[in-house]
């Protein structure tokens, strides 16, 4: 690999090249004979940008006016004398300009969550690497699953005994709580009247759990345990620690984790303003409608297959 | 002869002071006084408007630096504020032409209208035909982008000033005040005009070399003084660079001075502007000495590519680094006025002046020289001086977006080893013009063709002359630093 | 005048990263130096002690933040040796072009704030013209335009989006007309000759016996670029040679070095058109994010004992990566993380060889070696 083959410090170099180089460079800015006269040959050549996915998503909304060159620089976004090659912002987005670069999933924005599809998993917060998923959560009984539940409706909660899920059982004071506890005058949160375990161990109709409360580890009788589940209470993303790495997307199961094209809103005058929760990140369904719409196939499909299995099952027996 | 100004500014003041005088000196019991009070407040009066004109002068180079870097680096970037006239600004369209009265606006209307349509926003996407242009900081008539500059001077009077503990507080206060001082003074010597000047004594341009000479002390003041290893590092580069170049230029000047017969700096204008006289611009008949004074002037005004005393890359702001507020504003505005001085000098000693180009035959024309000579008669013939030094100024904003810096020893090396030899060359060449070939009157127009046409032919041959052999071998350019021993541990022997 | 001590850095323009080099001069030449680094040390490779595998891969794209993929991809070579994963041909493919357009605008970083050193401003606003075709780019692919954790243990984290290639292709022939501009505006400038040129001279041999290595090594004649020399991904299957200066007696001076890279730019951009001819499966088709033409199942753990290691051609060097695993009980955690900064070895060598030569000669010779203080002090 040789040297420039006019690389040599002479009187042309010192006077000729560089400077001209600079003078057709400003020559070209001016509006009518710059590009003819003193156009590179690919400056400002139109090149084909947009291609057929990102027309379909963005719809017949898009610039016809714009001519796209291979760099932003030249490319033409109005078609007029020479305009600032500066995007606008705020009035000008990028997004709207070259929506290419902004396609929904594929860009490290911010977070958003359709909450009505999460399940509380936790595994966005188990693949951070920084530690900035809080997620809290505690676990409940269905409310199918309520032992004051309508005869008809009761039971039919999908959750059901599994191993490293929840029982819960009627606390003894249930029936006090529900019939003396008063909000207004005990000055506290209501109490829980269930005493929840986790299930360590499942087998046929015993199962050894560990007491939430006690953490003494039982072996019980699963006739008059309720399942319970784990369900979100509220979750909250720290932007100020978050890295945008999108590991927490990847890692949801249930297709409810995504980062959004938004580069805004992030912004706060205390670091506790950075702290996004619930409100903040917010999806609309409607907006990752595709990803919504999978997982929600997914889950009716499943929820369908297991009602053939019952019905089966209550056929067979029957 | 160059027509003179319809309006002759020293005339003018004269006759003010001393009608002012008369009326109130030269009527109580001390009017003897009154003679000498009149030339007085005349001189002062006209050192004023110098210096008013000066500064209005240096906002069109500091401008144009601003626009025209922009577009020689191809990026256009803040060029484009005069489009928000009819595109807006902010999303907002103000029809201000409306207020005009008795219907004037109207036709602007129209105008408005088909600059909106053809060149304005509108694209088949609302969201880019919202746009709001990034506003201007400027008058809207006039040199949008002119407002950051008296935002500049405003920020720069009102930061606090902050002499370093440890350093010389003398010398750190007396270096600026030397800088700008003599600066200024320079321009009490340059003649705007036929009538727009300071001063004029006999030897101006004696005068004016040596001010010209004092700001490398200065600077060299400012080094030191500040305390601090980088700008003593500046100051030191800057004083070698500035008195190296020194001796060049005024070689060249003393060429400019013998072909034109005077040290006078207007009768040296006049020279090239008198049709009994010389009426040949300079420039043609010493291109050698324009371009050593293009150099060497660059170098004195420590611009790109000669600018290794502020390179930002090692020195931060070199010797002006400690230097804050009003202190460090009027350093930069000595930058640039030295710079416009530069080019008033340029246009004047070698681009004709105040002269239009061949505004004597011009006038002369048979039917159209009637409208011309009443042009030049009430265009003041500064105008075209301050266009001609503006010119001058775009070509050093050119020679900044395209060359890199020098380093220093090749700046020193360069001034001593190559402009010297050459400037000397052109003194013995203009003595030569001046006594063997001129003969009192215009010259003949052999002469200065002559010397065009060699010198063009001279750069058109130094431009294509490839060393071939070099280019083959890729010889290394002579001044390599010789190090037989760049390797880690070993010491160099500095008694070499 | 007596030598004095000059502290340039840590905040200094020059310096492209926080370090301090502490300069002895004697007039304008430099006597001695010192390098002083370690600024922005941030404990990466302790950090990554307490991450998963797959965790870990964001915290090397900040490594060397101006080349962030090439950092994780090396890393993620290093994990896929530890956990022995077999990856598809096209995620290959793919990471090929993700790491040279990731070169390229390495290199453009390089060169576009090698130039203002020298003086020249114009350059700079070419070459930033140009990397934002590549961040464009690179955003497309990775989701943001620095630090994209694109490498997963086994492929890739997504396909080549729809249209990518048609743009790449054109961005990348624009990028190759254009550098004839740069090497107009440098190569052919008598002031940037001067300045570069017989400046900052680097003998092989002492490079060698240093360990520096990538462009810098290169520069001095010495055939060495791990992607010839060891290859890994596809870079065997591809047509091209590794830029290697003619060597001279004196040895490597910051012209060659700048010839070196501006030569790399353009093998790089001949890669990437070669590679997206070449991938497997087509350059327009789209698999969805998973699909095991971009990504292999690979175990999650590794156990006490196992090791993996790669080296990899950074635009800086060679970087490599070793990892022990068994970190944790459980295995998910390595046990230790080593990474080797192909510039932690050679700004020591840098600055030694600044040695002779003016103060002014300082950006010229430092920004020539390119350091990236990121991932010097990890």
Redesign the interface.
């Known amino acids: 690999m040789a040297?420039h083959?006019?690389?040599?410090?002479?009187?042309?170099n010192l006077?000729?090249r560089?400077?001209w180089?600079?003078?057709r460079?400003?020559l070209?800015?001016i509006p009518v004979i710059g590009p003819r006269f003193f156009s590179s040959g690919y400056h400002g050549k139109q090149a084909q940008m947009l291609d057929d996915e990102t027309i379909n998503r963005i719809g017949d909304?898009?610039?016809?006016?714009?001519i796209y060159a291979a760099d932003r620089?030249t490319s033409h976004?109005?078609?007029?004398?020479?305009?600032?090659?500066?995007i606008?912002y705020p009035?000008?987005?990028l997004e709207?300009?070259e929506p290419w670069l902004f396609v929904p999933n594929n860009y490290n924005g911010r977070i958003g969550v359709v909450w009505e599809t999460c399940t509380a998993c936790k595994a966005c917060v188990r693949a951070c690497p920084n530690d900035c998923l809080h997620m809290e959560s505690e676990v409940r009984v269905n409310v199918l699953d309520m032992p004051d539940a309508p005869e008809d409706d009761a039971g039919l909660s999908s959750v059901e005994f599994a191993e490293g899920g929840y029982l819960a059982r009627k606390n003894d004071d249930f029936e006090e709580i529900e019939n003396t506890f008063s909000l207004e005058t005990a000055h506290e949160s209501a109490p829980q009247q269930y005493d929840f375990a986790e299930i360590i161990d499942l087998s046929g109709t015993t199962a050894s759990v560990r007491w939430t409360d006690s953490g003494k580890t039982e072996s019980v009788d699963l006739e008059g345990m309720i399942p319970a589940e784990q369900d979100i209470v509220s979750g909250r993303i720290d932007l100020g620690r978050c890295m945008f790495c999108g590991l927490c997307m990847e890692s949801c199961p249930f297709n409810s984790f995504f980062m959004t094209n938004e580069y805004d809103g992030m912004s706060g005058l205390t670091r506790d303003d950075l702290w996004m929760d619930a409100a903040r990140t917010r999806v609309l369904p409607v907006v990752h409608k595709e990803a919504v719409d999978r997982e929600l196939a997914k889950r009716a499909d499943k929820e369908r297959a297991k009602r053939e299995r019952a019905a089966k099952k209550a056929s067979k027996e029957a | 002869m160059a027509a003179d100004d319809w309006f002759d500014v020293r005339g003018a003041v004269a006759w003010v002071t001393e009608q002012t005088m008369d009326k109130t000196i030269g009527m109580t019991r001390f009017w003897e006084q009154k003679y000498w009070l009149s030339e007085f407040s005349a001189e002062f009066a006209m050192a004023g408007i110098i210096f008013v004109v000066t500064m209005l002068a240096v906002l069109g180079p500091v401008w144009m630096e601003r626009k025209?870097?922009a577009?020689?680096?191809?990026?256009?970037?803040?060029?484009?504020a005069i489009?928000s006239l009819w595109t807006g600004e902010?999303?907002i369209r103000v029809e201000w032409w409306k207020d005009l009265p008795f219907g004037i606006g109207v036709p602007i209307g129209w105008i408005n209208g088909f600059l909106w349509n053809?060149?304005?926003?509108?694209?088949?996407?609302?969201?880019?035909t919202?746009?709001?242009?990034?506003s201007y900081a400027g008058w809207w008539w006039a040199l949008p982008g002119m407002i950051n500059n008296f935002a500049d001077f405003t920020k720069f009077a009102i930061k606090e000033h902050m002499p370093p503990r440890d350093a010389d507080q003398v010398t750190y206060e007396v270096a600026p005040f030397i800088i700008i001082s003599t600066t200024l003074l320079v321009f009490a010597f340059i003649p705007y005009g036929p009538s727009l000047y300071a001063a004029n004594p006999d030897l101006s341009l004696v005068y004016m070399m040596a001010i010209f000479g004092i700001a490398p002390l200065g600077v060299f003041f400012a080094g030191w003084a500040s305390n601090n290893?980088?700008t003593l590092?500046g100051g030191?580069?800057s004083a070698a660079q500035l008195t190296a170049y020194e001796i060049p230029l005024l070689v060249t000047v003393l060429g400019i001075a013998v072909l034109s017969g005077t040290l006078n700096i207007i009768e040296i204008a006049e020279f090239q502007m008198n049709n009994t006289l010389g009426s040949v611009w300079n420039i043609f008949l010493m291109p050698l000495g324009a371009a050593l004074f293009l150099i060497t002037m660059i170098a004195e005004v420590e611009r790109?590519?000669f600018?290794?005393p502020e390179?930002?890359?090692?020195l931060?702001e070199g010797w002006w680094t400690e230097y804050g507020g009003m202190r460090w504003g009027l350093l930069f505005a000595s930058e640039y006025l030295r710079a416009l001085a530069a080019c008033l000098l340029f246009s004047l000693f070698f681009l004709g002046g105040w002269e239009f180009p061949f505004e004597d035959s011009l006038i002369a024309l048979p039917l159209v020289g009637g409208i011309f000579g009443a042009l030049f008669q009430v265009v003041p013939h500064s105008a075209w001086l301050l266009m001609k030094a503006w010119l001058v100024f775009g070509f050093f904003i050119?020679?900044r977006?395209?060359?890199?810096?020098?380093?220093?020893?090749?700046i020193l090396e360069f001034g001593w080893r190559y402009l010297l030899p050459l400037s000397v060359i052109q003194l013995g060449l203009s003595i030569w013009l001046r006594l063997g070939v001129y003969d009192g009157g215009p010259w003949p127009l052999v002469v200065p063709a002559l010397i065009t046409v060699v010198a063009v032919v001279l750069f058109v041959v130094?431009?294509?002359?490839?060393?071939e052999e070099?280019?083959a071998e890729?010889?290394?350019?002579y001044?390599?630093?010789e190090?037989n021993?760049?390797?880690?541990?070993?010491?160099?022997n500095?008694e070499d | 005048?007596a030598e004095?001590w000059?502290s340039?850095g840590p905040q200094?323009?020059?310096t492209h990263g926080l370090w301090t080099l502490k300069v002895k001069?004697?007039g304008?030449?430099i006597?001695d130096t010192i390098p002083d680094l370690g600024y922005i040390h941030r404990g990466v490779e302790k950090i990554c002690e307490s991450r998963d595998f797959t965790q870990i891969t964001p915290y090397c794209d900040r490594l060397c933040y101006a080349s962030a993929n090439t950092w994780s991809h090396s890393y993620i070579y290093a994990a896929e040796n530890l956990l022995e994963v077999e990856v598809p041909e096209r995620a290959e493919y793919i990471r090929l072009i993700a790491v040279e357009i990731q070169r390229i605008a390495s290199h453009l970083m390089w060169l576009g704030a090698y130039?203002?050193?020298?003086?020249?401003?114009?350059a700079f606003?070419?070459c930033l013209?140009e990397r934002e075709m590549m961040l464009d780019l690179l955003q497309e692919l990775g989701g943001s335009r620095m630090h994209y954790n694109f490498p997963r243990i086994g492929g890739v984290k997504r396909d080549l989006p729809h249209g990518f290639a048609m743009r790449c292709r054109a961005k990348v022939k624009l990028f190759l007309q254009r550098i004839h501009e740069y090497e107009a505006?440098l190569d052919e400038?008598t002031?940037?000759?001067?300045?570069t040129?017989?400046?900052?001279?680097?003998?092989p041999e002492?490079m060698v016996n240093?360990g520096v290595t990538g462009p810098n090594l290169r520069a001095g004649g010495v055939n060495y670029d791990v992607r010839w020399a060891h290859p890994y991904s596809v870079y065997d299957e591809l047509d091209w040679t590794p830029s290697v200066e003619r060597s001279s007696v004196?040895?490597a001076d910051c012209y060659d070095r700048y010839r070196v890279r501006l030569d790399e730019m353009k093998t790089s951009a001949e890669l990437i058109l070669q590679a997206l001819d070449g991938i497997p499966g087509g350059a327009e088709t789209f698999h969805e994010s998973g699909d095991p033409a971009l990504i292999a199942k690979a175990p999650a753990r590794a156990s006490d004992g196992q090791t993996g290691f790669h080296h990899f051609e950074d635009p800086r060097g060679e970087s490599m990566f070793y990892l022990a695993g068994g970190g944790d009980e459980r295995g998910k955690n390595p046990y230790r993380v080593s990474i080797r900064s192909p510039m932690f070895i050679t700004i020591?060598?840098a600055a030694?060889?600044m040695?002779?030569?003016?103060?002014?000669?300082?950006?010229a010779i430092m920004g020539s070696f390119d350091p990236c203080i990121g991932e010097t002090d990890r």
């Open positions: 040297y083959p006019r690389a040599t410090p002479n009187f042309r006077v000729v560089p400077m180089i600079t003078l460079a400003g070209r800015t909304n898009d610039s016809g006016d714009i620089e976004f109005v078609k007029s004398i020479s305009r600032p090659v500066t606008m009035y000008e987005r709207d300009l | 025209l870097i577009r020689l680096m191809d990026h256009r970037g803040s060029t484009i489009r902010g999303n053809n060149f304005g926003n509108e694209s088949s996407n609302p969201k880019v919202q746009v709001g242009n990034r290893k980088y590092i030191m580069r790109t590519p600018d290794m390179a930002e890359a090692e931060v050119w020679v977006a395209s060359l890199h810096r020098v380093r220093t020893d090749q130094l431009v294509l002359d490839e060393d070099a280019l890729q010889r290394r350019p001044h390599v630093s190090i021993k760049a390797s880690p541990g070993a010491r160099i500095l | 005048m004095m000059i340039m200094h323009p020059m001069i004697d304008e030449t006597v130039c203002p050193d020298i003086g020249n401003l114009t606003v070419y013209r505006l400038s002031i940037f000759l001067i300045r040129q017989g400046v900052g001279y680097a003998k002492e240093h004196k040895g020591p060598y030694k060889c040695i002779g030569y003016k103060i002014a000669d300082v950006p």
